[in-house]
């Protein structure tokens, strides 16, 4: 495990927690997970990739060992964030792999610095929502912000897992409920809001690199007409479907999207 110093003007000095793995001198798979969660959850996705190519999982601002407060979570700073950690991997461009708010800050970096991402992978993601998704996330936020951690779970696990997931692998759930209990509930809330006003459908078309875009058939959160979007407006986007899985499609189903982002990094290494 590689803990790196970030400093720059957005930012005071922060301790940035990321795992990199791997032989290096190809072009790295940058792994950004969802909120409430932490690099730990790709564990399946870099044990596949690692022979072969340079594996990075990052924590998030306030995820697992990364400092940061609620402050982290504006758009702008968030997607310089990203930037800066991209910056330090000393790297001319990177394949970016996001899920769900990974995937929103991929997009959003392949926009505001196009020359960085030598190909995207969005899972479990959107561009844009309806009004009655963001009043349910305005909702969340304000729901962590005054009650604390417990009283997102249930809300949150009715999105993330199928119905089948929950009674076969408590585990999964288990280990999701620790994390979540472990994160501040301010620092959660500040996500959602942030999440609730994210809106780049009409930058899509800027974005100048090969893209997957992968979704669990029974995601809520996401669901597959937005990831449709994301492959009708994107030039050089194609769509995978999970079959009998929600919005966290890799853990889930692991060896399918596995599978799939093997797949598709063999295509347009």
């Known amino acids: 495990m590689t803990v790196v110093v970030v400093d720059d003007s957005t930012f005071s000095t922060r301790t940035v927690n990321l795992v990199r793995t791997g032989p290096r001198g190809g072009t ?3 792994l950004l997970y969802s909120a409430g969660l932490d690099l730990t959850y790709w564990d399946r996705q870099i044990a596949a990739l690692a022979p072969d190519r340079d594996v990075v999982a990052v924590d998030l601002p306030g995820h697992g060992r990364t400092t940061g407060d609620p402050g ?17 991997l000393e790297a001319d461009r990177v394949h970016l792999v996001g899920l769900s ?4 800050l991929a997009q959003a970096t392949a926009v505001a610095d196009p020359g ?6 969005l899972i479990d993601t959107a561009a844009s929502f309806s009004d009655a998704g963001r009043a349910a996330m305005r909702a969340r936020a304000a729901q ?50 942030m999440i609730a006003g994210f809106e780049l459908a009409a930058d899509l078309p800027r974005i100048a690199c090969p893209t997957m875009v992968v979704v669990g058939e029974h995601d809520s959160s996401s669901p597959v007409p937005a990831s449709r979007q994301l492959r009708d ?15 966290l499609a890799p853990l889930e189903k692991p060896d399918t999207v596995t599978r799939h982002l093997v797949g ?5 290494a």
Do not use: Y
């Open 28 to 30: 790295p798979v940058v």
């Open 72 to 88: 982290d979570w504006q758009l702008d700073r968030a997607v310089g964030f990203v930037r800066r950690v991209l910056a330090n």
């Open 101 to 104: 708010l990974g995937g929103m």
């Open 116 to 121: 960085v991402t030598a190909s995207l992978t």
């Open 144 to 193: 962590a912000r005054t009650q604390g951690m417990t009283a997102v779970l249930e809300g949150l696990f009715g999105h993330w897992f199928t119905a089948d997931t929950r009674a076969r692998r408590p585990d999964v759930v288990e280990r999701a409920t620790r994390t979540l209990l472990a994160q501040d509930p301010q620092v959660h809330a500040a996500m959602w809001e």
């Open 233 to 247: 407006t994107i030039p050089d986007a194609r769509l995978r479907v999970v079959p009998a899985a929600a919005h």
């Open 264 to 268: 598709f990094l063999d295509q347009v």
